[in-house]
């Protein structure tokens, strides 16, 4: 099975922090995303990779910056946390070229800023 | 601009009966449309898809139904269980390599048993 593992489940960090959120998958997937989970919102996506040092914005890039340094790897970086970045942020990965089945997800990282 | 809308923020079904989520959606290059099942402290897990090019899709309990020409798709859980609640995620994806997800709002599904 493919699994998606985010090294924190909560995190409670203060405001202007810089905060990094890693995301590691184990089945060689091209694909790796960044999205964050509000109510009433949904999932909105930040930011996306294709592959190794390559990343494009998603709907709602503003305030946060990523890296991709290896395959398995994609980090999310709070570059100067605020308190409207608290929510749940949820790591995906996927094949390229494989949308039928969709995205496999972390278990999410529950940020508070305070 | 919200390509996929999940409208119905809660439902509650006895269980035994049949769970009706919905979903519209507003862009028509769509080629796959998905369900994900989301519980508390978890990451959403795959539930089922359907291609555009169909109509219908049955996975046990589960099933979608896709309507091209309302641009609007629907998930029938029959019989609905207790650990049937959570939250359920309607998603779209354009086909090709480069495509996104994207997801409605989500529907908090409850049980009651």
């Known amino acids: 099975d493919v699994k998606v593992t985010q090294s924190s489940r909560y995190l409670v960090k203060r405001t202007g922090e810089k905060v990094f959120l890693e995301c590691v998958q184990d089945?060689?997937?091209?694909?790796m995303f960044w999205y964050r989970q509000d109510p009433g919102l949904g999932l909105r996506l930040i930011y996306f990779?294709?592959?190794?040092?390559?990343?494009e914005k998603g709907d709602i890039p503003e305030g946060y910056s990523v890296s991709r340094e290896k395959k398995e790897r994609f980090s999310l970086i709070l570059e100067s946390a605020s308190t409207n970045q608290t929510s749940m942020y949820l790591c995906?990965?996927?094949?390229?070229?494989?949308?039928?089945?969709?995205?496999?997800f972390g278990s999410g990282t529950r940020l508070t800023v305070v | 601009d919200q390509q996929v809308k999940q409208n119905s923020p809660s439902l509650s079904v006895q269980e035994g009966r049949i769970s009706i989520l919905n979903c519209d959606y507003t862009n028509s290059m769509f080629d796959y449309f998905l369900w994900y099942k989301k519980y508390p402290a978890e990451g959403p897990t795959f539930l089922i898809s359907?291609?555009?090019?169909?109509d219908k899709n049955e996975d046990g309990r589960f099933t979608v139904f896709l309507n091209k020409s309302a641009k609007h798709l629907s998930l029938h859980i029959v019989p609905s269980q207790p650990g049937d609640s959570a939250v359920y995620f309607c998603a779209a994806i354009t086909s090709g390599n480069t495509g996104k997800l994207i997801f409605g709002q989500g529907t908090t599904l409850q049980v009651k048993p």
């Open positions: 990779s294709y592959d190794v040092k390559m990343k």
């Open positions: 995906a990965s996927s094949l390229w070229g494989s949308p039928l089945y969709g995205y496999t």
């Open positions: 359907i291609s555009s090019i169909k």
């Open positions: 089945m060689d997937h091209e694909n």
